[in-house]
């Protein structure tokens, strides 16, 4: 029965992203083609596959729960290359029927962590005094596409997962860690724990304004300014907390950032995010570029 709903839903998904059909998902691909239009880009080309991850039995149905795979394959004038994304959707079936089949929203957790400056007592500090480091930026991205749609068992996986991915690229890269044990103070994890910068959305961008050791920043005004492994940080409110982090994996034909992100995974996606069911007018940016230590 499984694999059979499932080859209802992907039959269905082939009509969705074939030419002159209409529904949710023809809409949002609708919706891209002009977003995408507007950087003089298009989508020539969809493929989805399908995963069941639960069902709910209903009186006289089932409520499906899947994942699908997107892989977009896009033209920018004579520039092509592949975004890809993983998608939570629900399909309804009623008598053996698909009767409705939606995107399940994104829901970016977005906590407020307060930030102090507490001391970190003498030998802890001494564990992670500071280092000098080059950014290699390559490995970052390396690291990146290796993890996109899948998580390295050697770090805890969050549900909201966006930040502790885009740490896990950067110290990859060679970004220090610094301030153990105090979760407040520094960007670390160790001994399964880490401190609230590493993982927290909101706390992340506080951390890479300030810190003056170990991983540091610079704040640029443009996206265009950043180099690959850069990392940019959403506001999708636009209220002063952030929600979401990603990474720089490439640059389009125009020179704008493509990023790979965590929560709901993608790659090479355009990094506005104006596709994206969190993404509200009101939302705002931060852009940082890793700086050598």
């Given at each position: 029965m499984k694999q059979q709903l499932l080859e209802l839903l992907e039959k269905r998904m082939q009509q969705c992203i074939s030419p002159g059909r209409t529904s949710a998902m023809d809409n949002k691909l609708e919706r891209k083609q002009a977003i995408f239009?507007?950087?003089?880009?298009?989508?020539?080309?969809?493929?989805?596959?399908?995963?069941?991850?639960?069902?709910?039995?209903?009186?006289?149905?089932?409520k499906v729960y899947y994942t699908v795979h997107l892989q977009y394959f896009i033209k920018q004038?004579?520039?092509?290359?592949?975004?890809?994304e993983r998608e939570?959707?629900?399909?309804?079936?009623?008598?053996?029927?698909?009767?409705?089949?939606?995107?399940?929203?994104?829901?970016?957790?977005?906590?407020?962590?307060g930030f102090s400056e507490e001391e970190v007592p003498a030998e802890e500090e001494e564990m992670h005094k500071d280092r000098s480091y080059t950014y290699?930026?390559?490995?970052?991205?390396?690291?990146?596409e290796r993890w996109w749609n899948s998580y390295n068992p050697a770090y805890k996986k969050f549900e909201v997962d966006c930040t502790n991915y885009i740490s896990q690229c950067v110290h990859a890269g060679g970004g220090q860690m610094h301030g153990y044990p105090n979760r407040n103070k520094g960007w670390w994890m160790q001994n399964n724990n880490w401190s609230y910068s590493w993982s927290v959305a909101n706390a992340f961008p506080r951390y890479l304004a300030s810190?003056?050791?170990?991983?540091?920043?610079?704040?640029?005004?443009n996206a265009t300014e950043l180099l690959l492994g850069d990392v940019i940080c959403y506001d999708f409110q636009?209220?002063?907390?952030?929600?979401?982090?990603?990474?720089v994996t490439g640059?389009?034909?125009n020179g704008e950032?493509?990023?790979?992100?965590?929560?709901?995974?993608?790659?090479?996606?355009?990094?506005?995010?104006?596709?994206?069911?969190?993404y509200t007018p009101n939302i705002r940016y931060r852009f940082f570029t890793i700086v050598n230590n």
């Open positions: 239009a507007k950087r003089n880009a298009e989508i020539v080309k969809v493929k989805g596959k399908g995963k069941i991850d639960y069902i709910n039995p209903l009186p006289e149905g089932k004038k004579d520039f092509f290359y592949i975004e890809e939570k959707r629900q399909g309804l079936f009623y008598k053996g029927v698909l009767i409705e089949d939606e995107e399940v929203p994104i829901s970016f957790a977005s906590e407020e962590i290699d930026r390559l490995k970052a991205v390396q690291y990146a810190s003056t050791k170990g991983l540091r920043a610079k704040e640029v005004k636009g209220d002063g907390k952030y929600d979401h982090t990603t990474i640059k389009d034909e950032p493509l990023v790979n992100a965590h929560t709901y995974n993608s790659r090479m996606r355009y990094w506005k995010y104006e596709d994206s069911s969190a």
